[in-house]
């Protein structure tokens, strides 16, 4: 992936630039995380920015990026997803209401550990702004585990210097088993909902 545009705004702004990076990767997925955060390791062991600065600013835009998508499923709403479900195939009304049921329990977790899981971390903060949880709590685990994995990779980077790239290669493996997981997990679900809608049908037969 050509990187240049993340160069440029860390030689222009410095810190506060991989911090607006990161903060547009928290909004476009897409954009790599696994990328910039070791670019910034390997900018501050050259002396381009503070290392304390990379991981404070970086971190930052984890959580300005974070709360914008919060705000998008506070805006979506719970009502406005069940009507959404109400009109997919093979989703039922009451999956949204075991998957709320899953957050209640379990959001506090899922936020903090979710900010460490390729993919997931951006996506994390749509559900609980569906849920509306609480925003102090939110903003606390989201950095908190935003900070754990900012600095374990602009560590990385700041460590292998010339070699960053190599983390790039590792956390694409990462990222890749992560997408193959999913797509296991949506396959599985989708055949046994066909399964028990054939099964279904054929009891009304009877």
């Known amino acids: 992936m050509d990187v240049k545009w993340v160069t440029d705004l860390m030689e ?6 991989a911090g607006l990076a990161i903060a547009l990767e928290n909004l476009f997925p897409p954009l790599p995380s696994e ?5 910034a390791g390997f900018t ?3 002396g381009g920015m503070s290392l304390v600065a990379a991981i404070l600013w970086t971190t ?34 009451s999956d949204v209401d075991k998957t709320e049921d899953w957050f209640r329990r379990h959001g506090r977790a899922t936020v903090f550990f979710g900010r460490m899981v390729p993919i997931f971390r951006s996506l994390i903060s ?17 950095a908190a585990g935003s ?8 560590m990385a980077g700041y460590l292998l210097g010339e070699n960053w790239h190599v983390v790039e290669r590792y956390m694409d493996v990462v990222s890749k088993a992560v997408v193959v997981l999913v797509l296991l ?8 909902r066909l399964v028990r809608r054939d099964a279904d049908r054929a ?3 009877r």
């Open 12 to 17: 222009s702004f410095g810190a506060p630039g």
């Open 35 to 39: 990328v910039f955060l070791p670019l």
């Open 44 to 46: 501050a062991s050259r």
């Open 60 to 93: 930052a835009g984890s959580v300005a990026g974070a709360l914008v998508l919060y705000q998008v499923g506070a805006l979506l709403g719970r009502e406005r997803v069940r009507a959404i479900a109400a009109r997919m195939p093979l989703v039922k009304v």
């Open 126 to 142: 749509v559900p609980a702004g569906v849920e509306r949880m609480p925003l102090p709590g939110f903003l606390l685990l989201t």
């Open 147 to 154: 900070a754990i994995w900012n600095t374990a990779l602009i």
């Open 185 to 192: 997990a949506i396959a599985f679900f989708v055949v046994s």
């Open 203 to 205: 009891q009304d037969r």
